[in-house]
């Protein structure tokens, strides 16, 4: 069974940086696509970012293209979001997320696996 489990949200003024950890078990990471996604109170799940399989294609939502990055160590069954210059509207639960798909990766119905989620807070 795939598992997924996040590390790293906290709490941060606007401006600041954190950084959220993934590690899964339970496939060989390599075959799988990997994706962030947000939740806020009272708000739908959105999509932050995925990356490929190999880490040869990242797509970022538009609220945080050029201040999030995401990566992957296929060695360390690891996926990684750098979050910098936070603002308060990224508040949120984040949560991490497995696909077997190659396409469609900024929909939600694609993954088939879910971490339990970290929170992030943003004061400004």
């Known amino acids: 069974q795939v598992q997924l489990v996040e590390s790293g949200g906290g709490s941060v003024q606007a401006g600041g940086s954190l950084r959220l950890s993934c590690v899964v078990s339970?496939?060989?990471?390599?075959?799988?696509?990997m994706g962030w996604f947000r939740q806020a109170p009272g708000k739908e799940r959105e999509f932050v970012a995925h990356?490929?399989?190999?880490?040869?294609?990242?797509v970022y939502a538009d609220s945080v293209k050029g201040r999030f990055t995401i990566s992957r160590d296929n060695a360390k069954n690891t996926v990684t979001l750098q979050m910098n210059l936070l603002k308060s509207e990224d508040t949120a639960v984040y949560y991490c997320?497995?696909?077997?798909?190659?396409?469609?990766?900024?929909?939600?119905?694609?993954?088939?696996?879910w971490g339990q989620g970290t929170q992030v807070t943003v004061s400004s």
């Open positions: 997320a497995a696909s077997n798909a190659l396409s469609n990766l900024n929909q939600r119905y694609v993954y088939a696996y």
């Open positions: 339970g496939r060989t990471f390599s075959t799988l696509s």
């Open positions: 990356i490929t399989r190999n880490a040869g294609v990242t």
